[in-house]
């Protein structure tokens, strides 16, 4: 099928681009102001959406827009891997948005202006990143990415603000400007191009082994946003952000372009029979096993809600890529729908946090006893959010889990599908007894009687939740893009 | 009978140095200075549009007999690397002028003479094709960077131009043995072009690589040969640390890429790896001594040597890539670094201080300002999407295809670029207003923008669409390198 020329990727990221632009011009009329983002949202998602068929149907879109170097240009591809991507940050820049601005006035938080801005690029960032068709295009939407969450991140301005946030940006920049930019330069030394290619950039190069595999670990650890340890350090620290950016940036946006990003280099820059061929992917799948079980037991140990959230990403974000190298078709599809099925319910599970924070102040889950009476629909939307993230029919979480483990066993690794099914009972252990003492813990007798759901924020963490459900009953679009990347 | 295009470029300021000497207003001085550089910057966008790209050969030639019997001629051209070199030098050229509007209060008349003697002298050193001709330049290029240095610098301005003039007059009489030489060896001709057609004995290049080495390593400058840099740069004014990192840096490796390569290809093949390493050993040992600094404008001079390891590891890779990269990163080291010492003059002029430590939370003060210094940050720490970035790709991925383990360590060094000037970002610009920032401090005018806007343009140009850039050079750069490996593999 010949690819489909249209402007359409690139007005994807102009409307979020101009909406950055637009909060800005109207920095002192908040009213209108704050409307720009869930307009703009909603357009880019129209935009996204109008592409699906094409996608769905086996095509791409295309727009070539000049040449780079030799090999490489500035350009855009929608294929189905980009779509998955594209549609889950589209689709929840619109609740985000929303989410936001009731956050952000309930707490009447400073430098709203610069916020919603930074929210805007960021997603301008992460679709552009999307739709990118070569290496060096998505770089760039990559490092634009760090950049502009790297204000979200120091939002408070506090001591504590400017620790976390040097934290993200060291181990952020310090990974691309090491291991990314060496492998960047390896590949265009060997290849000649950056260009994503069906089955491998790199499948036939005339390059050795070892180096290979150097340049192949400089991408797993260089897109540091796939936070597979070490390089995970900086996503708990981010949790100095105001709430809806760790919802939306640092649950979807900014870690799913890592593992995007380490999906393209397992697909289309290396291939997945250079991957096997080298045998890098069995050793990547014990590195992110360790990660999931990892994270998995900091996450047990945290009493702060965020950073147990954080914890739990670390973990999950490895889900995808393990599904990725295990090389078995359906283990791929299973780490794809996961991008999707770990957004739906993660954005609902920060967003229920930063709302439980709105109404009552609270951040430790052991201060949080009761408060599932006070909040029925927070509390309510994040039990459902949990049983996604264990993986229990019929939500998203099951569906990709369910893949996954059937993956692991076709591709006869066994070790695999206990990691898959011990990480569910930590999973288990440790969102369960938030939901448990939310709703059956006795409430501290100080507690003020003020503690109720505000509209704002609630409304966008049930309309997430109620997607994870969806998710998990109708999976057939994410599914449908997931067997076009595999193929 | 054509326009002698160059020869007009290159006398331009020169026309103007003269002219100012009869004018007494201040002011006057000033425009009259900025005109003659605006006009010679026109001129350089002539010669660019008109500029074939298709070929390696000399274009714009101008040859007539000067000394006869000892075969000197004066003799002009530029190809695709030098034509590169005039047009930033005639930017950076006007763009000093306006740096040094109000930052040079006393002896206007004299600092303008200099400024404007100094950019006809690099102009000529660029443009020559005389080796006698090219010789007198670059020497004569010297003393208004003295006088610039020594007259309008710092507190501690004549022990720093003291010591930028023996150190590069060091180099300078080596490299005139290596020129009395060449003459000798190459038939008693001074015509460049000529000169890079000769067949050399290798013992012959080896002792003249040497020389040459020596000369060129103290201007790019190299490491162990670097340590009038950071006393020049912190000495000088805004004005002249912006010529002398954005053009006098240049030269050293224009003068490998004029003389060693093409008239030393054995002799640049065979000792391609030390150069390889001594690039490297710059790159990381630069970017160490930038991280230690506390002042702005040493910082900036520190990193200057890290990046320009990235040009001479590029051009001794010897292969395309590295050598586009490298002669891309001149030009990109010049626009930015150039900016940067622009900023740090800037802020300077307003404060007096030029330690990190004073600042603090700038952009809250002036938000202009710090918006283009992220900018040119990101630039120097070659961020995807700007100028270095483009050129560091390039020389890595040549570079990684010399050598592998002087590729990893330039990696190294970009990591500390990113380290030290982020920091120095984050402690300027971000957090709380400093004490020293909170007074007496307005942000850019119209005057400034004008300066850096140019500037600005050209980090996201070549960022994002170096291909003119690299067409410019690609034609000379083809042709240096069969010249480099035809006869390096005839022999």
């Not at chain 1, 301005?157 to 181990?171: A, I, N, P, Q, T």
């Not at chain 1, 089955?199 to 180096?211: E, V, W």
């Not at chain 1, 009476?373 to 959010?385: D, K």
Request: hydrophobic share 55%; proline share 4%.
């Amino acid at each position: 099928m010949d690819p489909v020329i249209s402007i359409r990727p690139l007005a994807a990221v102009t409307v979020a681009g101009l909406a950055a632009l637009a909060v800005l011009l109207l920095n002192k009329r908040e009213k209108l102001r704050d409307l720009v983002s869930p307009l703009a949202a909603i357009v880019m998602f129209a935009i996204v959406a109008s592409m699906a068929p094409t996608v769905l149907a086996g095509g791409t879109v295309d727009l070539r827009l000049f040449e780079i170097l030799p090999g490489i240009d500035f350009a855009f591809r929608v294929d189905a891997l980009g779509m998955v991507f594209a549609t889950v940050s589209s689709l929840l820049w619109i609740v985000a948005a929303i989410y936001s601005i009731g956050y952000m006035r309930h707490l009447n938080e400073h430098a709203q202006t610069r916020f919603f801005a930074c929210f805007a690029t960021s997603l301008a960032a992460a679709v552009g990143g999307a739709f990118s068709a070569n290496l060096f295009t998505l770089v760039i939407f990559y490092e634009v990415l760090s950049l502009v969450t790297y204000p979200l991140v120091y939002h408070h301005e506090d001591e504590e603000g400017w620790k976390g946030s040097r934290k993200y940006l060291v181990y952020l920049m310090g990974a691309s400007k090491s291991a990314l930019l060496a492998a960047l330069a390896l590949t265009y030394h060997v290849a000649g191009s950056l260009d994503f290619v069906a089955g491998g950039l790199l499948a036939g190069a005339d390059a050795s082994g070892p180096l290979l595999t150097v340049v192949y670990f400089c991408y797993l650890f260089g897109f540091a946003k796939a936070a597979v340890m070490p390089m995970h350090a900086w996503l708990p620290a981010a949790m100095v952000a105001p709430t809806p950016v760790s919802a939306l940036l640092h649950a979807v946006a900014v870690v799913k372009m890592g593992v995007f990003c380490v999906l393209r280099v397992v697909f289309h820059v290396f291939g997945v029979g250079l991957v096997g061929g080298l045998g890098l992917g069995i050793a990547t799948a014990y590195l992110v096993s360790f990660t999931i079980l990892m994270a998995s037991v900091y996450a047990l140990t945290r009493d702060d809600l965020k950073a147990r959230l954080a914890y739990s990403t670390v973990s999950q974000l490895s889900y995808v890529v393990l599904g990725a190298v295990l090389l078995s078709p359906v283990a791929m599809v299973g780490g794809i729908i996961h991008i999707a099925a770990h957004a739906f319910s993660k954005i609902t599970l920060f967003f229920c946090a930063g709302s439980i924070y709105c109404a009552s102040g609270k951040r430790n889950i052991s201060d949080m006893a009761g408060i599932g009476r006070r909040l029925p629909w927070t509390m309510g939307a994040f039990f459902v959010a949990s049983l996604s993230m264990i993986g229990v029919p019929p939500t998203a979480g099951f569906v990709s889990k369910w893949y996954l483990t059937l993956g692991s066993v076709e591709a006869g690794e066994v070790a695999f599908l206990i990691v898959l099914l011990a990480s569910s009972v930590l999973n288990a252990a440790y969102f369960l007894p938030v939901s448990y003492v939310a709703f059956f813990g006795a409430e501290a007798p100080e507690s003020p009687a003020t503690v109720r759901e505000i509209p704002l924020v609630t409304v966008p963490l049930v309309a997430t939740a109620v997607l994870s459900v969806l998710m998990g009953i109708f999976p057939g679009y994410f599914l449908a893009l997931a067997e076009g990347v595999v193929g | 009978m054509t326009v002698p295009l160059l020869s007009l470029i290159v006398f331009m300021p020169a026309a103007g140095a003269a002219l100012l000497m009869f004018l007494r207003n201040d002011d006057a001085v000033r425009w009259t200075a900025l005109g003659f550089t605006v006009l010679d910057f026109a001129l350089s966008i002539v010669m660019l549009a008109g500029f074939d790209t298709t070929t390696h050969e000399m274009q714009f030639t101008e040859r007539r007999p000067w000394v006869p019997a000892l075969g000197i001629t004066y003799a002009l051209g530029v190809d695709g690397i030098s034509a590169l070199f005039v047009f930033l030098t005639a930017l950076l050229g006007w763009i000093c002028v306006l740096a040094s509007w109000v930052a040079i209060d006393r002896k206007v008349k004299e600092f303008m003479i200099s400024l404007l003697a100094m950019q006809a002298l690099v102009l000529g050193v660029f443009c020559a094709l005389d080796l006698f001709l090219f010789y007198v330049f670059w020497e004569a290029m010297l003393i208004p960077m003295y006088l610039i240095i020594g007259v309008w610098g710092g507190d501690g301005r004549v022990y720093a131009a003291f010591k930028f003039f023996l150190y590069t007059l060091a180099g300078s009489l080596l490299f005139l043995v290596g020129v009395i030489v060449l003459y000798f060896q190459g038939g008693e001709t001074f015509d460049i072009l000529a000169l890079t057609a000769q067949d050399l004995p290798f013992q012959v290049q080896s002792w003249l690589f040497f020389a040459f080495l020596i000369a060129f390593a103290v201007k790019v400058p190299m490491v162990p040969v670097h340590t009038w840099l950071p006393d020049a740069h912190v000495q000088a004014p805004t004005a002249g640390s912006i010529i002398l990192a954005g053009v006098l840096l240049k030269m050293g490796a224009y003068g490998f890429l004029r003389f060693s390569l093409p008239m030393l290809p054995e002799a640049s093949v065979y000792y391609s790896t030390l150069m390889l390493a001594l690039s490297a050993l710059a790159i990381v040992y630069g970017g160490f001594l930038a991280l230690a600094q506390d002042d702005l404008k040493k910082l900036v001079a520190y990193s200057s040597i890290s990046h320009m390891g990235f040009v001479t590891m590029g051009i001794f890779a010897l292969n395309l890539r590295g050598l586009e990269g490298g002669i891309l990163q001149m030009f990109n080291h010049g626009v930015t670094t150039g900016a940067l010492f622009l900023f740090v003059g800037l802020i300077y002029e307003r404060t007096h201080t030029r330690s990190i430590a004073d600042y603090g939370g700038l952009m809250k003060v002036a938000p202009v300002y710090t918006a283009f210094l992220a900018l040119f940050t990101l630039s120097s720490m070659a961020l995807p999407g700007t100028n270095s970035f483009v050129g560091e790709l390039l020389v890595l991925s040549g570079g990684f295809a010399a050598n592998f383990a002087v590729g990893a360590a330039a990696v190294l060094g970009a990591l500390l670029g990113a380290a030290y000037l982020l920091g120095m970002y984050r402690k300027v610009a971000l957090g709380p207003v400093s004490a020293r920032a909170q007074f007496k401090i307005h942000d850019v005018n119209g005057r400034e923008i004008t300066a850096i806007l140019p500037l600005a343009v050209f980090v996201l140009w070549v960022g994002l669409y170096p291909k003119p850039f690299l067409d410019v050079m690609d034609a000379s750069v083809k042709h240096l390198l069969t010249q480099v490996h035809d006869r390096e593999s005839g022999q």
